[in-house]
């Protein structure tokens, strides 16, 4: 009987390593599809700071910039230059 238990869990540890490698494989596989697709994330945009800086909570981040916040959403645009 003993024997029997040792055979069992040396068959349910290599179970779960094949069942790991296959899942390890498919992810891969899954992100190689991906190709060489780059996110896109817009250059400026406009978001509600906490905590506010003298009560400008509007900021606008500008890629390689620091953020500039303004009074409301729609300064925050102006500063941006974005336009709706």
Do not use: W
């Not at 290599?14 to 296959?22: A, I, Q, R, T």
């Not at 996110?39 to 800086?53: G, Q, S, T």
Request: aromatic share 2%.
């Amino acid at each position: 009987m003993e024997n029997y238990t040792r055979h069992m869990g040396a068959l349910v540890l290599l179970s779960m390593v094949l069942l790991g490698s296959l899942v390890n494989h498919g992810l891969c596989r899954s992100m190689d599809e991906l190709g060489d697709e780059k996110l896109k994330l817009p250059e400026k945009v406009c978001f509600n700071d906490r905590p506010c800086l003298n009560h400008r909570c509007s900021c606008c981040l500008r890629a390689g910039l620091d953020p500039v916040c303004g009074l409301t959403q729609d300064d925050c645009k102006k500063i941006c230059g974005i336009n709706d």
